[in-house]
């Protein structure tokens, strides 16, 4: 019982979070930035003002679907970021770009992440399956459930991980944002607070994960019961 509960509350939890992230992207995108700079100019200032060179500031269809992509070297950001000039658009722009920032300088924690991405892809893709076979044959081969637990564990892994490096790309998007002026004190505020709600959608997103992976471990411990 109590694994249920703290499933359905981690849904719930996550359906606020992301209700609010949206509305404060929607409600900052309508604050103008003082120096009236869009996205990808904000983005192309950020990465030169770092010495970084070949990363491409490309625009992505899709909403809040802005993304850093290491091996492309792209910092893609959605067309209302990329196209807009304000608060929002300044401080998604500003931390994708702190992701490709981490890129150059070798940041360890998304080295450690990009390393899991490939074995992480392999397993979303059949972990389900897996670990659904082995519910269903849990008495006769509870080792099956076992490899199921294991290949879901290495998916709350990477979540967990996946947090220092969206905490990072904030910290150094919002100080590039400050010393450099581009936002105003009250702009900073606001781009603190929107990086805020977008970084609690990863941390939610790792609880549930982990509480997922409790809720089958559970499960296979009680195969007996």
Request: with cysteine; hydrophobic share 50%; net charge positive.
């Amino acid at each position: 019982m109590a694994a249920y509960i703290l499933f359905f509350g981690v849904m719930i939890l996550s359906w606020l979070v992301q209700a609010r992230l949206k509305h404060k992207f929607n409600l900052y995108s309508k604050m103008g930035l003082r120096l009236g700079m869009s996205g990808r100019e904000v983005a192309e200032t950020m990465l030169s003002h770092h010495g970084i060179e070949g990363v491409k500031v490309m625009s992505v269809p899709g909403h809040l679907s802005d993304h850093y992509n290491p091996n492309a070297r792209t910092v893609n950001l959605s067309p209302e970021v990329f196209n807009g000039r304000s608060v929002a658009a300044a401080a998604v722009a500003a931390h994708e770009c702190g992701h490709a920032v981490q890129h150059a300088t070798a940041y360890s924690w998304l080295q450690m992440r990009s390393a899991l991405v490939p074995v992480v892809s392999f397993s979303s893709r059949i972990v389900q399956w897996v670990l659904l076979a082995g519910i269903l044959l849990l008495q006769a081969f509870p080792q099956l459930l076992l490899i199921g637990i294991v290949l879901f564990a290495l998916t709350t892994l990477f979540s967990f991980i996946t947090l220092p490096v969206e905490l990072d790309a904030s910290r150094r998007a919002l100080a590039w944002l400050r010393t450099t002026q581009t936002t105003t004190s009250q702009e900073q505020e606001k781009a603190k607070d929107a990086l805020k709600w977008a970084a609690l959608t990863y941390v939610v997103a790792a609880v549930g994960s982990l509480a997922t992976l409790l809720y089958y471990i559970m499960i296979f411990m009680g195969r007996r019961e």
